[in-house]
């Protein structure tokens, strides 16, 4: 049984990533997963939370949103609701979480790095797209301040990916799920990895459903392959860029 | 004395409007005013707001909100201050009356016409690109209805777009003022007027500063050359649409 | 065709301002515009806000509320609701702006002064009784500094005044109008102006209504009568310390 | 050793209770206790809470509030701080319970009264005040219904009013402390008192201190001694409608 | 007429306080009065509040919350509205207030002692078993500073403890009520008082009803006698330590 | 390298669940997971969320919070902040959840199930314990309403238990975790299990760290063995009631 866009399996949608997207961020780019639209930034900040004043030592930190329209039901606001829901909040801090993995944050020192992913348009996959764009716009912040003064060690330590993978009804495991495939998925996995294949976090949830150990194996295997693809065109977008972090993560 | 990027004082910014911009929404443009870009969409919703209920009226209302990184400097969102600025609120407030006066809200019949407009980038003009482009998202929005069930009556009366005007030292009066202008003008003024020529809204405020009669009468023919060049681009981009407008309009 | 209570086109309501209404403010007044009253007071607080600190330049900021019984049905206080609305919100960014308009912010030094306004009963024109209270209240508080130590410079440079107009059907171009004639005039529009003649703040709206330039113009006219008599009666009021502005506005 | 302002220790301060202070309410005073200044409006709204509902019963409900500059030092508004602080909320709750108290709910019908009770300057005793004010409010908007379509029973069947108590090192005992006793004073105690002579509500607080059960009895005369002389008053300033409660706290 | 319970009408319920219940705080109790339990802890932190920085003067807070199914019905968490409901402001600016009055603040030094009072289950007469409780943890905190670098003087200046007394149709006036019983109550009265029998609190309420003199006495002197039994517990708890504050009570 | 409380590798610490803890709510457990401590709470309520009303269907929804001195330092209460914060969040989700997958909702029938779960003592694994003990109080909530009136189906179809594994330096792989133990451990992992080994939720995260495939499998085998321990204990507890799920999860 094949899925209803035609994709096989283990296919991820078409990916596209449009660096310096905007003239004011130090990294920014717009990330497209098939229709998932999402513009991430990267804003360098020089302070750190109360926490870690200091310890020498940097900190980042991820907001995530959608526009209201994003969605084929108008989402109300957050600023209206006077509060963020938890899904997003959940989202943010995964992103933080991962993102935090591959830095070496005594390297940037004392320094913030906001990460803002704002959906633009959203079809399934929204929070793995944002890492994965994310990872992009990071790293052209930090190229940038390593261009007009060298670190000594490059912060940015290994590649940083995310997708999808999950099991449908009929169809089986999948990578990669859009909207449609999401909704009706009775097994949901994010999976973030790292250029060296380790994984930085799994997330697999059945929502009033359970699964195997076997069940469990054949989603990594399928998350193994879709990240490396991904991973494969960071490399290709950051051009040049791509080298400090190759170097680096040997 | 010429302006900092070579305008005439007279000159808007190049402008584009690219219509059908997201897939979810009933109406969507991504409005480009040199550098500030807004993405405007409109939602219908089948009710209205509890002090219209059971008039057989419509409503419009508009949300307006920025990006984190729209701006040179991180602005923090509204939705982890918890609550919206007072600027906001009155851009949104703006955005939603404008667009009410060259509506039939009878015509409409009991629904709610959501505006939303999120400034991706901005350089000045935010407020007055999104009434803009607002009305363009507007107008798509309603003659899908029609397409699919006439209106006795075509909602939209007349066109409708927003310009700056404002004073600046040396240089003197001049039209659409960008970031760099904005921010050392003395006088400040945003008009919203209609095809037909008519003042829709005018707000012309001196911060720290005052204005002439005289002055005021400047500002406002520079706003009227203005504003009939962007309704001559609103109509290029409806196409056949504008025609529903126009022959209402009269 | 006449205005419901009798008045001439061209003529105000019946003002009163009465100074050093309370006891603890450096500045008081409760101004009466025909039924609208309002309790206008000018607190100097020693410090500015952040982003002034260390500049030598002072600030003006306005609160504005009403008593939940100032309005015939009875309102919902802002407290109760957690927020303030964006109606109360564009009210005191109005006030605060106008007063800075016509303050000498160098002369006042790093201080801030805080303006409230609080409505006791509402019958239309509440923003602009608020901002010709407040002036007076203002010019009260600096003048009790300049009597302790005088300034080198007095920092009040002009007079400072507000009114309506606008246009109801039938009756035509109207000045200070009240809440029955705000309630169902087509065009409203806010003027604030100098002693010198010259526009501080021109707010113009058609709530689904439009106006022509030829309208522009009769409101205006209009709108300077209006003024030029409410400044004569500040400065009656203000007496001695009406000498300070004059003699500096020169 | 008299008092700072020269009062005998039992002695209230000069008390005025202006009706019909505003035009919209149903029922509105200003009551002035020496210079503690209060605004009270009764509201009556058509319907009830919710876990009132359908038990033919009414409700009476309280906010209070206090002007920024009815104090020495600007306080902040409630609104600008985004929630109401925990004195507000006690006092409230106070004058609302307060007056259930005199009241007969069964009588009122399925309704809410809303008392407002809005400090214009504070010189300590602001929440006995509101209560004294408030009777006199709330006693006007029922005889205002009374009078279009009388009530069976008349629903307020007794007199009510309130007045402070306190200890005060070197003087001693007082009645109706103003600010400055109070803020030195080591027991502070509310009394609110019916007409016919028996307790509503007694606070007494050792701030940092205690009192013994003899000082409780001193305080409780004092006390006592003033709030006849308030209702004395408060008769005077209701006219007839003050008959409607004789005749029926009989 | 007997109670429902069996009591007499003077008889307190059983009252057990565990100390040492928590592994984390500095002092914490479970408190049990009948079928009320509540947690009390007391932190000690090293800064005082602004209001207070400098003056070489400590400072006790409280806080007091329910868990949801403390009561009969669920109640909604103060955290999932997003604001603390007045009920618990006035309790937990009772509880602070009454541990204020047997502390000496200047003996403490710059320090916050942060009271919190959690209620597993509610059973009537939450706020009193918070008071008594609160001063056993309270006790134990300072007296594990006293012991590690001894104060010049214990600032435990008295024992502390609070009850409830009330008014119940035939019954009569009753000692220590259940939530039965008060929520049937005409009058509500709660006391707060000291080892040595002075009063630090008294809170008599009748919600929609009154009492008089005489019924006032006869509630205290039930009071009296429940509060110095209830002081007599805390001192077995307390054992050792209780001398410490015994000694300086003198 | 042996753990910091002698505790093996694979070994839990020592658990117990005291069943009926509190009086009102339909099912209650205090849980004990070495020195953390958890009340759960199970209430059922009659009406089911707006997006499921009319759809035959029940819903589980979890809230989850700690007592501010269920930690070693003292943390601010969600409710004095104004608002929840975002691990609470992620907690309370991922609570609900879980509970959601080993019930069968429309079973159920249209009614709500809220789960709290209020940490007196924290020592690492607090929302494990929860998962845990909220089980039991959920299954002792529905035995009620089933021996009242039998369910056709038993709704909860399979137990279900929660721990965590990770790893720590030196030491290793480790089986629940304690806080000293989750404050240095590199990767932390929360498993949620159902009684017949199937995953129901696998959260496992390297921050500031990676991990391997064979790193996770050595993590699931040692909480498959932990999980399996907790449903015994939970068996226990039950006792008949146990039987009515292991019935039916055949």
Chains 1, 2, 3, 4, 5, 6 share one sequence.
């Not at 989402?75 to 509060?83: C, E, I, L, N, Y």
């Not at 999948?174 to 999976?191: G, T």
Request: charged share 25%.
């Amino acid at each position: 049984m094949s899925r209803h866009d035609g994709r096989n399996f283990n296919e991820l949608r078409e990916v596209k990533i449009e660096p310096n997207y905007l003239m004011h961020p130090e990294g920014s780019v717009l990330i497209q997963v098939g229709n998932t639209k999402v513009i991430c930034t990267a804003t360098i900040e020089d302070k750190v939370p109360g926490f870690l004043r200091g310890q020498g030592k940097g900190w980042i930190t991820a907001e995530y949103s959608m526009l209201p329209r994003a969605t084929a039901e108008r989402t109300q606001r957050d600023a209206s609701r006077g509060k963020i829901n938890g899904r997003t909040m959940e989202i943010q801090r995964l992103i933080g979480r991962a993102l935090r993995s591959i830095v070496d944050l005594e390297a940037i020192g004392e320094k913030t790095v906001w990460i803002d992913c704002d959906v633009i348009q959203a079809d399934g996959g929204t929070r793995t797209a944002s890492i994965t764009g994310a990872f992009v716009a990071l790293t052209q912040a930090i190229s940038k301040i390593h261009a007009e003064k060298p670190y000594n060690k490059f912060p940015i330590i290994d590649y940083l990916a995310a997708t999808s993978v999950g099991f449908i009804d009929v169809v089986g495991a999948v990578l990669d799920l859009d909207y449609i495939e999401d909704s009706k998925a009775n097994v949901d996995m994010n999976l973030v990895m790292t250029g060296s294949g380790r994984f930085v976090e799994i997330q697999g949830t059945g929502e009033e459903a359970t699964f195997s150990r076997n069940d469990l194996n054949e989603l990594l295997d399928l998350g193994e392959k879709g990240i490396s693809e991904l991973i494969e065109l960071q490399k290709e977008v950051l051009g040049d860029v791509a080298n400090l972090v190759a170097m680096l993560s040997k």
